[in-house]
Structure formats: C-alpha cells, structure tokens
C-alpha cells in the first residue's frame, strides 16, 4: 500500500470504502507523523488526537455496518484556525483571541463532520489572516517544507505546509487576496477559491465581509472537487450565499479539454508588474501543453494589475478595520506588527473612497466579464515572485503586492492555483485558472488534465516531494 | 507633503480623531505608514465608468423576506 503520509483522498476514499484501510490506520500514521515531522514546519496549533481518534474509531464502525457517507468518510482533514469547532479556542493565530472559545461549529465544520471526516487538529495562519508570517506572537510562523528557511506563503499557511509535509491529505483555508492560492503556490499544491457565496462563512472568523471565501487545499485536484462537494451547501444563516445548487464537479473532469477555450491574462506578469522569468517560464510551458491538449489558447486585455489591487485593498483594508477597530484603539499592542500596520490603514479611509472602491470593483466585473465572453476560462500566474526568506519582512510585504490572486476575490469568480514546477533553486511554481461564477467544473477540467499531462503534482513517489528535514534545535525558542 | 510624506501634526490630529493615540504614541512609524496607504486615492476608474455610471453595492429589501 502507499505510504499513508501520500496517500491521496480519493485513493484513501476507495481503501476504506472497500475495508482494505481503517480510518484509525490512517489516522494514527499521520498523527505520529505529525509528532515527529511537524516540529520543523510549525504547521499545527493545536493537534486534536483524542478527538481525531474517537471520530475514527466511529467512521470505522459505521463503514462495518455498510453505512458508507460518501468519499470523505473516515478522511482525515486539518482546518485553519478561523473556524469555529465548538469547545475549542478560534485564535485566528492572534494572542487577543487565545483564550476564546467557540459555542459550536462552523457550518464548514458541521459539513464536514456529516461527510464523515476526520478532525487531525487546527493549522497555523498569518494572525486574523493577514499581515504575513510573524515572530512577535505566542505561536511560531509555519515554515515551507520545500525550504523551512523560505515563506510558505499565507494566510492559509499551516494549511499549505501541512499538506505539502505529508501531514493530512485535505486543509481547510480562507482567501480574501489570495490565501488559500498563496500558500498553494509557495507550498507546489493545489488551492482552490470557489465562486463567493458557494461556501459559507457562517462562523470563519471574518477578514473583509465581501472578499472572504472558504476553499479546499489539497495535494491533488480531483481531491480538491471531493472536499469542495463536501464543503458546499445552503446555509439559511449566511447572508452572503449564494440559493445556486452546485454543479457537478467531478462528472465531467477527466473528459479532456480538447476545444475548450482559454484566456491568457498576459499583460499582469509581462507588462504591469514583469515577473520572475521562473514563473513565466511555467506557464509558458504550462500553456504549450495546454495547447497540446486541445485547447484554443489567446490572450486577452483587461484593466492593469494596479487598478486590481487598489480596488481589493482598499475595500480590504476598511472592512477589516471596521472589525478589529476597538482592539486597534485599546490595545493596538496585542497584534503583531505586521497585522497591526495593514490594518490599521482602514482608519484612514474616507468613506468616499470606499465607496469608489465598490463602484470601480463593479466596472472591473463588468470588464472582466466582457473580457472573457466566449471563452471558458483564464490562466494567468498566481505569485509573479519567488518564495522569500521568512523572516525578510521588506521581501515579504512585496509578496503580497506582487500578485494576480486578488482579482479573482475582486470578481468573486473561482480560481485555483496549480504547480507548474520547479524554479531553478528547487521551489515551486504555479499558476491560476479562473473561469466564469459557478463554473467549477470547467477550472477543475483544464486544472485535472493539465496536471496529469503535466505531472506536476506532489504523489507517494519520493521525487515529486519536497526533502523534509528534521526539527531544528532552535525550533523550542522560535 | 507632495513626495507623499505627512506633517507629523497632520498625523497626530487625524489619529486622535479615530481614537488611535495610544497607537500613535507605541507605534508612530506605524500608524504614519498606515496614514499614508489609507489615505492615498484610489486610482482612476477604467474608461467609459464614473461614480456617476457605477452604484455603489446593491441595497436589496427582497434578501429579508426570504423564507416569509
């Protein structure tokens, strides 16, 4: 059998659907794994054995007796700590929330837990899921396992780093600007943002009210569309939801995309803001194949990266504001730096120019739709930089301005990062594929045969994985 | 203030106003920074859009009556 630590959930589903794998064997390897690989990558907060135990041990029962939920029964899966799971402390990674806790699941939570799967524990962030990886908290930053020196991305990096380290099959992570993709891209996984109102967000600790959005991360992407199913659904009490039942993801994804119809956002890393030629080198060849493939491949014109960014920003900046505002005002100390000065940017935006911002994102809506008519989905790169030193904060802060992710929390429209490769330092590339709202199936068809022709994906062979090392000595003191 | 550096007065006024002068008072570097972002304009709309032709988000009295 494959080594546990790899195992895919699809191939893990079909095990334990067919009683050659107990959930409690899968569980139990990755949480020894986790005791001994995870001091090196700071990926978890919490680990929830007692609990993960319990829950495998009533998955295992159930799928004796013939009662089989579906393909996340008995899956172990890991959730970032901005979801409610009832009992236990939502610190959204912030020393201000380490002592609150939650009076009962996210609906995310509860979703899952009908699917059947298995809670392994809650993962690192960025603190409230922005600023960017910090050092003056009481938890240390999750480390890239491909280079525990370099930023794993964020905010959902625990989620990234603790797939990417054979730590559980599926995460959980939140994506305003970009932080399911980021830590995606950094971490050479696969990270989806579904189409806002897909997921609710009833009891995520919020961001920015209308760009947050719940996404899988996974190593593969035919498992991102299982946790995707598992996760969608009505929720009566988010008023941000969409009534649209969710196509079928996984019906037609192994069809080929031959005649299908893609646009290339080129101008964003050629022109706007010029990338590393790394990352342009990726979907260069990312787009041969593709072509290769069947695919009718042309680029298309939209509005500069800049004009994206501003739009995100300022509507991110004042809604977080508004949120964190009184904790700002009292005890401005209890954030990290990071967290505390992009925040506290909200203050000083005048409500006229919030409302420019929501005005100019429905032109750029309307741009992008007019842009892409016709056509079934756009590709363009997801970082336009390599990874970072973690603790190099100018680098890093230029990370996060140096992006194409936020134009797709901008339209609300879904869009997934796919590793495209290895840099020539050994670290991962990558890039989006976005199609039109509600067209999941579509991202998930060209990102399926892209990959497999491709093979860029993390499997159980050892040379598609990152080289893990042991925890340094020095990790106890981070 | 053209090269978009503030007035330190400037700053300090405009952080009482928002309540933040314990933040000013810890952090001065960092409130400035974030004086500085929050108040830059956002950039021209794309061509053929005014805040005349673009409403603002959508007030819907409908959403409420869902389920009634």
Redesign the interface.
Known sequence: MTDLAWLSVAEGAQLLRSRKLSPVEWTKALLDRISVVDPAYNAFLVVTADKALAQAKAAEAEIAGGKHRGPMHGVPYAAKDIFDVAGMATTCHSKIRKHHRAAADAFTIRKMQEAGAILLGKLALHEFATGGPAFDLPWPPARNPWNRDLHPGGSSSGSGAALAAGLAPAALGTDTGGSVRNPATCCGIVGMKPTYGMVSLSGVFPLTY?LDHVGPMTRTVEDNAILLHALAGHD?ED?TMSQRPMADCLKDMKAGIKGMKIGVIEHFYTKDSPADPDQVRGIESAIEILKKLGAEVRTIQV?PL??WT??NR?IH?SEAYAIH?RD???R??GFA?LT??RI??????SSA?Y??????R???CK?MAEATRGLDAVITLSSLLLPCKIDDTPEVLKTYDQQCRLVFNVTGTPAISVPTGLSKSGMPLAMQIAAHAFDEPAVYRIAHAYCEAAGTIITADPKTQPRLVAAPRTAAAE | MSNGEMNPDTIRV??EQ???K??LE??PD??K???E???R???A??AG?S?IT????VFNPE?YER?K
């Open positions: 209308s009566v008023p509005s800049s004009l501003d739009c300022t900046a505002e700002l005002q009292e401005p100390e730096m505390r000065n506290l940017a909200g203050a000083f935006v120019k409302i420019k911002a929501q005005q100019l429905r032109a750029l741009e | 405009l952080a928002h309540g933040l314990r933040a810890k952090f960092g409130v920074g974030a004086a972002r929050g108040l304009p956002v950039d709309m794309p859009n805040p673009n409403p603002a988000p959403q389920g």
